[in-house]
């Protein structure tokens, strides 16, 4: 089944939109584009919004078959998303280690910028869209420096489209980037396709597909 047709995805979409959390319009990206959608993860903001967001993730997680031994999350987004991921994938009969980093490092107490489960084994990083790759490359740092070893990325929604670097185009996406360069497989709930998809079948959205082709015709990879 191709990725436009996938029902996980197709689900999770829906989801997204009926969260308010996927809209429709225009919206000025950190790359200074004009998107005509926007994705912001901070409005799955309620324990039941969480708890399904969650589950899309441990899905699509435990579909892939990637391999791994603890859960990852970076600050801010990423402790929210592996603590609910963690929980979801206990449910699933996969009880996992996780943790994840302070923004500040802690002169008291346990000390340090690492908080939970000691970060060891084949560690993955769970965040809500990959942007400019930041935050999966000091990610990479933290757990390489305690000693364990990265092993891939889970995110929400794959935008698909060119990375920007100092105002120029890359000819790969953010996602892409960071397959190339730490070799780390990149597992995401749905993308741009998915997203299209969706439209295709939303009769109430059909008049954003247009601009979002466009946009994908400009920008996609």
Excluded at 204 to 220: D, I, K, M, S, W
């Amino acid at each position: 089944m191709s990725r436009a047709a996938d029902p996980l995805a197709q689900s999770f979409v829906a989801f997204a939109v009926e969260a308010g959390v996927l809209r429709f319009g225009e919206f000025k990206t950190k790359a200074g584009r004009l998107s005509p959608y926007f994705f912001n993860a901070g409005l799955f903001d309620d324990g039941e919004k969480l708890r399904r967001l969650a589950g899309f993730y441990a899905e699509r997680l435990i579909a892939s078959g990637l391999q791994f031994d603890m859960i990852f999350g970076p600050a801010y987004k990423g402790i929210t998303l592996a603590a609910a991921v963690a929980m979801e994938l206990a449910r699933h009969g996969h009880n996992l280690p996780f943790a994840y980093n302070r923004k500040e490092a802690k002169d008291h107490g346990e000390g340090g910028t690492l908080v939970g489960a000691p970060v060891q084994g084949r560690v993955l990083i769970i965040d809500d869209v990959i942007s400019a790759g930041t935050s999966v490359r000091e990610s990479i740092q933290m757990i390489e420096a305690a000693g364990a070893a990265p092993c891939g990325v889970a995110i929400a929604l794959d935008r698909q489209e060119k990375a920007a670097e100092g105002g120029v185009d890359s000819p790969l996406s953010a996602v892409q980037q960071v397959q190339q360069r730490y070799g780390l497989p990149v597992v995401a709930v749905a993308g741009l396709a998915d997203l299209l998809a969706y439209l295709e079948g939303a009769p109430e959205l059909a008049t954003h597909r247009p601009a979002v082709l466009a946009y994908r015709e400009r920008y996609g990879v």
